[in-house]
């Protein structure tokens, strides 16, 4: 499987969320480096969800808040009902892991039973971007 190199995002708190544009199916490995209001977390994950966001992993503060929200605007955004193989959205929290860690399972584990995610985001939610020393991470990683 051809994976394409990781696409880093950086947001502060207050940036308004932009289009991702050449994504679609994607997994998404939020690191979290800022305590976030619960209205815009709410946002983010509805974003993500409505982005094509097939697989979400969250490192950082609040990570198992961020999994929670990312799994209801899930089910908000299929009207609560079951849904196919294909519409899953699968979160996982790595509160407990190093970011090394979280970065290892992207790309060696997180995979989707109907689809192949060829491509990932790393969103960065935080006051300043890092994204050399984050990206440098997740290749070592």
């Not at 198992?64 to 299929?78: P, R």
């Not at 899953?88 to 192949?116: C, K, M, N, Y």
């Not at 990932?120 to 070592?140: G, Y």
């Amino acid at each position: 499987m051809k994976k394409n190199p990781p696409r880093y995002l950086h947001l502060a708190p207050a940036d308004e969320l932009p289009v991702l544009e050449a994504l679609d199916n994607f997994k998404a490995v939020l690191v979290v480096d800022v305590d976030v209001l619960e209205t815009v977390r709410w946002d983010i994950s509805r974003w993500l969800v409505d982005s094509g966001c097939k697989y979400a992993m969250v490192w950082g503060r609040d990570a198992a808040q961020w999994q929670e929200s990312i799994d209801d605007a899930h089910l908000e955004a299929t009207n609560y009902e079951d849904v196919d193989e294909a519409d899953l959205v699968i979160t996982t929290s790595h509160e407990d892991d190093d970011l090394s860690e979280a970065f290892w399972f992207a790309q060696h584990r997180a995979s989707h039973p109907a689809h192949e995610l060829h491509d990932t985001l790393i969103m960065h939610i935080a006051d300043a971007p890092r994204r050399e020393e984050i990206e440098d991470e997740f290749h070592d990683a």
